[in-house]
């Protein structure tokens, strides 16, 4: 693959499945705008040490050229400064990756609407939902301009899994839900300007967050397995980038139109493995095993 001359803007880009979509673009040569809130010295709310210079030299180093930028894509006059600076810079977006979150905090475990804290649900859903929208709205003028162009909005949770399950609480339930319908809104908008729209989830991501959580790095996140043995399913960060890249580099990516993918279902397509040489498929995972009640063996689903 080669995104040579590909303009790519992960937003929410600073951490997670963000930071692994924007190295692995760079790693296939695109010109990656990575945008968050939290920058050297101006830290977010969530008070984490990832920075979007780290995800900008990163995918530098990879191959590509990393340019961070600070945005709160909650501001709507953040989010234009930035598409009129990528059309002054660039000409061109080829690539919209729509990652941005940060509700990491704000989630109740097993909370019903009427328990859970109202400002903190509401909050997610703002950071979910209003982001995606208020980037798209500046960034698909730009992206249409040339035939070709891709929207990837990630979420958590396939289409198919989602319908059947409840998804933390109503407010994170309906987030990650809505990013699934919002993609194929925009299929619709974009098909006939000859641009595609997915939406991608990764399985059990080892985010910096869960591997802190966990206790473990990435090098030996296998420990985890002793005390969450379904652990054993879970992907990388890089599974989700090579995910789309791959994508952005399939000349007939339009077939996806709309779709609700997973890295894993598109390793199987595109033959990419993770960093371990292996192809996770973390949701026929949970489906066949965790939902079964069976007792952890990833054998036959990596």
Known sequence: MSLVGTVALVAGGTRGAGRGI??????????????????????????????????????SASGGHGIPVQVDHLVAEEVERLIDR????????????????????????????WKHDLRNGLRMLSLGIHTHLITAHYALPLLIERPGGLLVE??????????????????????KIA??????????????????????????????????AFGVSEENWRDATANVPHFVISESPRFIGRAVAALAADPNRSRWNGQSLSSGQLAQVYRFTDL??????????????????????????R
Do not use: C
């Not at 973390?282 to 489906?287: G, I, T, V």
């Open 86 to 113: 990528i059309r002054a810079e660039q000409g061109r977006l080829d690539v919209l990756v729509n990652d941005i979150w940060g509700g990491e905090q704000l989630k109740e475990w097993d909370t019903p609407v």
């Open 276 to 301: 371990d040489g292996s192809r996770p498929d973390a949701w026929r995972y949970l489906r066949e095993v965790v939902d079964a009640g069976k007792p952890a063996d990833a054998t036959g689903y």
């Open 22 to 59: 924007a190295v692995e673009l760079g790693a296939v040569g695109a010109t990656v705008y990575v945008t968050g809130r939290t920058a050297r010295g101006r830290p977010s709310e969530y008070a984490r040490p990832e920075t979007i210079e780290e995800t900008a030299e990163l995918v």
């Open 179 to 212: 990013v699934t319908r919002m993609a194929w809104a925009h299929a619709k908008d974009l098909a006939p300007h000859g641009a595609t729209s997915v939406a991608i989830t990764p399985g059990w991501l080892r985010s910096e967050i869960m591997l802190d």
């Open 154 to 175: 990630v979420t958590d949770g396939t289409a198919e899994y989602n319908a059947e399950h409840y998804r933390i609480n109503p407010f994170y339930d309906l987030a």
